[in-house]
């Protein structure tokens, strides 16, 4: 590992509210500290408010009439000027994501920031859809409905790929006339606050908004608010639910993009394939750590294939380079904060603890040498486990795979489906009744076969079960998480014969 850089000098960086740069009203300051070197701070944000909640919802509505009334041809003008600034300051923003979460800047961070630039172009090329429909109702009747913004909408946002979740939220919720506040994650808000300096070049005053501050504070005040009409959140289950709670019992718009045990099923006639291993790879989000609701981490392995592909693959995983996010030949990144990385140890601990498990790659965190400077895990694979383990069934966000084998193609589907998540899954077959089959069984709401990637701009992404609430990335999203149908019959005079 080379010594982590920063490249970037301590400041502040305030918040933003009614289009203009804002400290916190308690006037007090949060440090943000680099994942990759520990103890180290890179920047200061404020400690935000209820007050700075308060003074950023009425900015948010009293920009909302004029917004909500501009053609729509005007906010994907200004959604295309966004897109154009962030891809000409790409570079820099994904070296702020590396620095401000950890990811690498090869694997993950430049990837996030051209994944924001294609949603911005994407919803800003969607945004005349927002459109209702007229009803065959006779010559004495105009009957005809309207899709309208629903108003100010608070986007909570995780620390994983802020940027990216944002992309799936923000521009979105823009193009069908609402106006946002954005509620940065305390462990990654750089980037949020630069993506609202950007948005602030381009939008009327109190569009966009951006807050800092712990989620007790900032976010539970968001969801509480009378004046926030949406609340959209993209986290943890467990903090999901209380999100909603608080929201729902003003009946406020939600959304919720939550956890993961996301299953991945090979079939034996996938093994012999080169693209398998790259495939697996990029499910289980290793390069990022594991640090994804969407990561493959529970791997179901026929058991005719299951030591071959588990060597294989464990070597391949084994083969990676973990680093400075900012090193080009970093692939992992390091842990978000101490609190995360302490959980994953105590993950590690207990499989090796687990009669029949063993693992096969890493099962420790470092202990000397450069990568105890910062909050850094190795990739792990365990071997020999069951469905039932808790390592099977907790989402660990970490870079933590566990090999599940299995026969009979009921059975698996069955072990697939055997938990409390339904985000996202993967299959791994060259028969096509086998492949679809499986894929249509599987309780999730993200499925895709022979292929291990990202989200794509259009795309319907969500989940079932308790992985979600509503689904985001594509027009569809767009309609049902951002607009209510207003219906209007109207009687006309009865048209004169002849």
């Given at each position: 590992m080379t010594e982590v850089s920063t490249n970037a000098a301590v400041r502040d960086w305030p918040m933003w509210i009614g289009g203009e740069e804002q400290p916190s009203a308690g006037s007090q300051w949060r440090e943000v500290f680099n994942p990759a070197r520990r103890e180290t701070v890179i920047a200061r944000v404020p400690a935000g408010t209820v007050e700075d909640v308060d003074r950023a919802v009425a900015a948010a509505r009293a920009a909302f009439p004029g917004w909500r009334a501009q053609h729509f041809t005007g906010r994907a003008k200004a959604l295309l000027a966004i897109a154009d600034e962030l891809e000409r300051r790409s570079e820099e923003f994904a070296r702020l994501t590396a620095l401000d979460t950890g990811n690498a800047l090869r694997t993950q961070a430049r990837p996030e920031s051209t994944t924001m630039v294609a949603m911005f172009r994407y919803f800003a090329g969607i945004a005349g859809e927002v459109k209702g429909t007229t009803l065959p109702a006779g010559e004495n009747q105009l009957q005809y409905t309207r899709l309208e913004p629903l108003g100010v909408v608070?986007?909570?946002?995780?620390?994983?790929?802020?940027?990216?979740?944002?992309?799936?939220?923000?521009p979105a919720a823009l193009a069908a006339g609402n106006t946002v506040i954005m509620k940065a994650a305390d462990d990654a808000?750089?980037?949020?606050?630069?993506?609202?300096?950007?948005c602030n070049r381009h939008l009327p005053a109190g569009v966009v908004n951006a807050l800092t501050g712990r989620g007790g504070v900032i976010g539970s005040a968001l969801a509480n608010h009378p004046g926030?009409?949406?609340?959209?959140?993209?986290?943890?289950?467990e903090v999901g639910r209380e999100v909603a709670a608080e929201a729902g019992a003003r009946l406020a718009h939600m959304s919720l993009e939550l956890g993961g045990k996301n299953p991945s099923i090979v079939f034996p006639d996938a093994a012999d394939d080169d693209e398998l291993l790259d495939?697996?790879?990029?499910?289980?989000?290793?390069?990022?750590?594991?640090?994804?609701?969407?990561?493959?981490?529970?791997?179901?392995?026929?058991?005719?294939?299951?030591?071959d592909v588990l060597s294989r693959l464990s070597a391949r995983?084994?083969?990676?380079?973990?680093?400075?996010?900012?090193?080009?030949?970093?692939?992992?990144g390091a842990i978000i904060n101490l609190k995360q990385h302490t959980a994953i140890t105590g993950f590690l601990d207990e499989g090796r603890a687990t009669p029949g498990m063993r693992a096969v790659l890493g099962g420790n965190a470092p202990a000397d040498g450069p990568l105890t400077e910062g909050y850094y895990h190795l990739p792990t694979v365990f071997s020999g486990a069951r469905n039932d383990f808790r390592l099977?069934?907790?989402?660990?966000?970490?870079?933590?795979?566990?090999?599940?084998?299995?026969?009979?193609?009921?059975?698996?589907?069955?072990m697939a489906n055997d938990t409390n998540y339904g985000l996202a899954a993967y299959v791994w077959s060259h028969n096509l009744d086998d492949a679809l089959n499986t894929a249509h069984r599987i309780d999730a709401g993200w499925v895709q076969v022979n292929q291990g990637g990202g989200q794509v701009p259009g795309q319907s992404y969500g989940g079932y079960k308790q992985s979600g609430i509503g689904r985001e990335v594509s027009l569809e999203g767009m309609l049902a998480g951002f607009t209510q149908t207003k219906q209007i019959n109207v009687k006309l005079r009865g048209v004169p014969n002849g």
């Open positions: 608070a986007a909570i946002l995780p620390w994983n790929s802020p940027l990216m979740i944002a992309a799936f939220k923000i808000p750089l980037t949020i606050l630069k993506l609202a300096e950007v926030v009409d949406k609340v959209s959140f993209t986290g943890s289950t495939g697996l790879l990029l499910a289980s989000r290793f390069t990022r750590q594991g640090q994804s609701c969407t990561a493959g981490s529970r791997l179901f392995l026929h058991e005719d294939i299951y030591d995983l084994g083969a990676l380079t973990v680093g400075d996010p900012l090193d080009e030949a970093t692939d992992m099977a069934r907790e989402e660990i966000f970490g870079p933590v795979l566990v090999a599940i084998p299995w026969k009979d193609t009921e059975d698996v589907i069955r």
